[in-house]
């Protein structure tokens, strides 16, 4: 927003209200000062005027009344005239005689008597008196004419001067109120810019206002007080800030800060300095069985003897859940780390009571040293990161960080975000590899295969990659990728009139997905795609990890349409009445049974596990054949369908068109890919 100008700053300040609101005050009252003192001054000159001359001609009356000669008579009046206050005069006997002076300046103006000052508003007052004689008979009438412009020109200069005193008072009102309104603002300026100071931040400098305005003091105590207020109010929420609600330990943000602190002071004096990383074992266990509340007590302990356990100049925070980090400043050698560590560990071992529970806590710890580990806080933190997953792997406390282990673990790490933005950069994709129809050797279907292309590893395949997608949790947003770009692709060969099942892998972690049943449907349905042509693979060995879970998903599935498959059929092998129980509609024998030696010699193994598949009612299939006499050999053992080098390599949905062509392997539809 634009800044006003000066003329609109003044006015909305309040010397300048003050003054807007004085002249506001002057335009009203000062107009009816001058009007005032004029109808006074006007009205007591005319009294007085009126008065005056009443009383003037009554003396003069009497003086002429005393003389009855008219020469006389007529020099009185000239004298009169010629007094210059009498500008008219006349005498009317009773027969009607006029009597005039030689000089009359105004003897050709009709004479009209005046009750009161300018009534006739011509310049003369007019009146007449009777002459009375020694018996009180009027015997004549005496005109006389007084001139009104004396006090005409007296009222004027003063309506004048009226006015000049107006001007001047007005000018003096505005000249004082501009010089003390801001003497009298100029507490309410210091309120002003300390407020200002507070809206900016600056809460340190204490308000001093000096006045003795009652009001603008209680307005600087109440904004004092405010102050103070937030003072509180800010330290408490930069505590809450930086600190841990429940333990009171100080929280990453904090933590960060004092280890490049620490990490600052030591480069400067060339001394060691240790980051650890702690977590409770079970804590999750614990958490699930007691509840949180006692989880949370269980932390607030932890915090207190980890606390208890260190040095005051040492730093313990709680990162989050149940992991702590230390830093560990001024470290003469390896042994003060891991001294202690040990004595965090015997502390924790020490048994906790809980809600009437006794609980034996045990904890894991991984130590990294600045600089032998990493000269920055990141690398420190990763390094005792990756320590305290070992500590926790070999059960043994603590660990140290290991820089050969590290470098794998970090490349790991480095591979697993770039898997991440390898989905939105689209550098996965799909090869596909042909399923054959044993008795026919017609294609039966495809089985889609997940390749990585690296812009600096090249080519992966799902093996160097799944596992990671796995532990990270990208596994779900892959499989939902897979799901789009396989359905996608069925429409683009179905136009080219093409139609060919699709295989699928699904993980162990996927199965663990309750919604996953939902989210292929929403698949199914948003490409059009009918379920019948969506077949999902799942290792038999998943199977077995959670029996009773993994076979409500299966059932769910099943319920859609979609058919399913035994993946690795062999290599861990579950019970039959489990098998029997499970919705699938074939099994793909572990190619390690194809492949041993020893088996492939008798085919017994081979043998049984086609026959109890068609016994279940299920189609057998074979990957990883990878020569014409196994292939023979399992078309001879009555195996169903085939897939391997030796029939062709995975390949991309362009060249299996190609293929196709080439190889005159006509895709099957639905009923005949499907049969059971």
Request: charged fraction near 20%; aromatic fraction near 6%; include cysteine.
């Amino acid at each position: 927003m634009a800044k006003p100008g000066g003329i609109a700053r003044f006015i909305n300040s309040l010397t300048g209200r003050l003054t807007l609101g004085l002249l506001a005050i002057h335009a009203l009252m000062l107009p009816m000062l001058p009007a005032g003192v004029v109808l006074l001054v006007k009205e007591g000159y005319q009294n007085q005027f009126v008065n005056q001359v009443r009383l003037d001609s009554h003396l003069f009356a009497s003086l002429l009344a005393q003389d009855q000669n008219e020469q006389r008579l007529r020099q009185l009046l000239h004298d009169a005239v010629l007094g210059g206050h009498v500008i008219y005069a006349e005498i009317i006997t009773e027969t009607g005689a006029v009597i005039q002076p030689e000089a009359s300046r105004l003897a050709q103006i009709q004479f009209r008597e005046d009750f009161f000052f300018s009534e006739h508003d011509d310049g003369v007052y007019y009146l007449a008196i009777p002459l009375y004689d020694e018996r009180g008979k009027a015997r004549a009438t005496l005109r006389l004419g007084y001139d009104e412009t004396p006090t005409l020109e007296l009222i004027q200069r003063t309506y004048t001067r009226s006015l000049y005193f107006t001007l001047a008072y007005f000018v003096l009102s505005l000249s004082l109120t501009l010089m003390l309104a801001p003497l009298l603002t100029k507490s309410l300026r210091r309120l002003r810019d300390a407020a200002q100071r507070i809206a900016d931040g600056n809460l340190r400098e204490q308000l001093q206002v000096t006045t003795s305005l009652t009001e603008v003091n209680s307005l600087a105590d109440d904004l004092e007080m405010m102050r103070r207020e937030l003072i509180n109010k800010s330290e408490t929420l930069e505590y809450q800030a930086l600190h841990d609600p429940l333990t009171g330990l100080p929280n990453r943000t904090l933590f960060d800060d004092r280890l490049e602190q620490a990490l600052m002071e030591a480069r400067r004096s060339g001394e060691s300095l240790a980051v650890c990383l702690m977590d409770l074992n079970r804590f999750k266990e614990i958490n699930d069985t007691l509840g949180h509340a006692a989880g949370d007590q269980l932390l607030q302990q932890v915090a207190l003897r980890v606390r208890g356990a260190l040095r005051e100049s040492d730093t313990v925070a709680r990162l989050g859940g149940d992991e702590f980090a230390i830093v560990l400043q001024h470290v003469d050698n390896v042994q003060h780390t891991t001294h202690a560590a040990q004595k965090i560990l015997s502390q924790m071992e020490q048994p906790m009571e809980l809600d009437g529970h006794t609980l034996d806590i045990t904890a894991s710890i991984g130590i990294a040293l600045f600089p032998d580990h990493g000269d920055d806080t990141e690398t420190l933190l990763r390094r005792a990161d990756l320590a305290m997953y070992e500590a926790k792997r070999a059960e043994c406390g603590y660990a140290l960080s290991q820089p050969q282990l590290d470098q794998a673990r970090d490349e790991k790490f480095i591979l697993g975000r770039e898997l991440r933005q390898a989905i939105n950069n689209k550098q996965l994709e799909l090869h596909y590899q042909p399923k054959i129809d044993l008795k026919t050797r017609k294609i039966q279907g495809v089985e889609a295969l997940m390749r990585w292309r690296h812009p600096e590893l090249g080519l992966l395949p799902a093996a160097q990659f799944i596992p990671l997608a796995e532990t990270t949790g990208l596994i779900h947003p892959l499989l939902l990728w897979v799901l789009d770009e396989a359905f996608s692709q069925y429409h683009i060969w179905s136009k080219a009139g093409v139609k060919l099942p699709i295989s699928i892998n699904l993980s162990s972690r996927n199965l663990h997905n309750p919604h996953l049943p939902d989210q292929i449907a929403a698949r199914l349905a948003a490409w059009e795609v009918p379920a019948e042509y969506l077949r999902l693979e799942i290792n038999e060995s998943t199977l077995n990890l959670d029996p009773s879970r993994n076979l409500e998903i299966l059932e769910r599935l099943a319920a859609l349409g979609v058919r399913l498959t035994m993946d690795n059929y062999g290599a861990a092998p579950a019970s039959l009445a489990y098998l029997k129980k499970l919705p699938i509609q074939e099994i793909k024998i572990d190619r390690a049974i194809l492949l041993d030696p020893e088996l492939a010699e008798n085919g017994v193994l081979l043998r049984m596990a086609i026959e109890i598949a068609h016994l279940l009612g299920h189609q057998v299939s074979a990957q990883g054949v990878e020569n014409k006499e196994l292939l023979e050999r399992l078309s001879a053992l009555g195996c169903d369908n085939a897939q391997g080098y030796s029939l062709s390599h995975p390949m991309t949905a362009t060249q299996l068109l190609q293929w196709l062509k080439q190889a005159r392997h006509p895709a099957t539809n639905t009923d005949h890919a499907g049969g059971a």
